[in-house]
């Protein structure tokens, strides 16, 4: 039996697998338009489209902001969709440094204030998750509604024992000479998170592997996601100041993939937040987007509805 991502912190997972619709490309609607947006001291690569409430896709590691073509297209109805490439990943610029959270949600600050956004939903997944929650944390104004999805929060409820977990020793893998280690094996260093993480391996395309393999092997592209993981005991700091005086006020939307992070999504933001809606999405592992995008679509579309 494969271990779920976080298995030895949450045994509530439920069984039912359902099938996954997945998208067919990685080419967002004809109408998105691609900027490259000066922010923050750093260059940040942006698909934008539609209009209406804004709403802001932030990605994680193992993807880029492609991962959203299908909420995007969904959202582009009656929304602003603004869906950034992360520091040093994708088609972003690769700093030498700004990779603590706090850094870049001033980096998503500014890619707002580029599009006229005064105040947004923030949907996120993964590391995206922990830009998401500093971005609420310092600009509390300027998010109307978090949805959070599968993947903990540094420093938030029970971090420490996230930490030993040993599914995620890559947590701590990092420096130059795993660079070098990597180095020309980049499909390899990620298939094994496409594989382990998942609730099973074809449920994450060879299309999908090709595309962010591809990505993941520009020059800088694999120190910059060392260097997010390496910002993980900072990004625990700031999150613990911020929690030491304060807690989030917004309506939260903590997902959880039912063969993954499950019913223990909902757990860490009830340690940060006042206002939280559980959910699940069925049959999914760690990679919502590929596994059963039409059910995530739809509990984020729901959420951000109410």
Same mark, same amino acid.
């Given at each position: ?10 045994? $509530? ?15 967002? #609607? ?51 969709? &603004? ?24 980096? &998503? ?17 993964? &590391? ?5 929650? /500093?971005?609420? $944390? ?15 929060? #540094? ?10 977990? #040993? ?11 795993? !660079? ?7 499909? &390899?260093? +990620? ?23 591809? +990505? ?11 260097? /997010?993981?390496?910002?993980?005991? /900072?990004?625990? @700091? ?34 940060? @937040?006042?206002?939280?809606?559980? $959910? /699940? ?9 590929? !596994?059963? #995008? ?13």
């Amino acid at each position: 039996m494969r271990l779920p991502l976080l298995a030895l912190l949450s045994a $509530a997972l439920l069984g039912t697998a359902t099938g996954a619709a997945r998208a067919d490309s990685f080419d967002f #609607p004809a109408a998105f338009a691609v900027r490259d947006v000066p922010a923050n001291g750093t260059t940040i690569h942006v698909r934008a489209g539609g209009s209406g409430p804004p709403v802001v896709l932030l990605h994680g590691y193992g993807e880029t902001g492609d991962m959203w073509v299908p909420l995007a297209a969904e959202l582009a109805r009656d929304h602003q969709v &603004i869906v950034p490439d992360l520091r040093g990943l994708g088609l972003s610029a690769r700093p030498a440094g700004g990779f603590d959270k706090k850094t870049q949600a001033a980096d &998503i600050a500014a890619v707002m204030d580029a599009y006229g956004a005064a105040r947004a939903d923030v949907v996120a997944h993964d &590391i995206g998750n922990m830009v998401a929650f /500093q971005v609420a $944390a310092r600009y509390p104004q300027r998010v109307r509604k978090l949805v959070l999805i599968d993947a903990p929060v #540094p420093g938030v409820g029970p971090w420490d024992e996230v930490l030993r977990n #040993p599914l995620l020793w890559h947590f701590r893998f990092g420096g130059p000479d795993m !660079e070098r280690l990597v180095a020309g094996r980049e499909r &390899i260093y +990620l298939d094994r998170f496409w594989n382990e993480f998942s609730a099973s391996p074809d449920h994450f395309p060879e299309a999908a592997r090709v595309h962010y393999a591809a +990505l993941y092997a520009l020059p800088g592209a694999m120190h910059s996601g060392f260097a /997010q993981f390496a910002a993980f005991d /900072q990004d625990a @700091a700031d999150n613990r100041g911020f929690l030491a005086h304060g807690r989030l006020a917004m309506p939260v939307l903590a997902v959880g993939g039912q063969k993954s992070f499950g019913p223990m999504m909902a757990t860490v933001m009830r340690a940060a @937040a006042d206002d939280v809606t559980e $959910a /699940q999405v069925p049959g999914s592992g760690h990679w919502i987007m590929e !596994e059963n #995008p039409a059910a995530t679509t739809r509990i984020v579309l729901d959420f951000l509805a109410r």
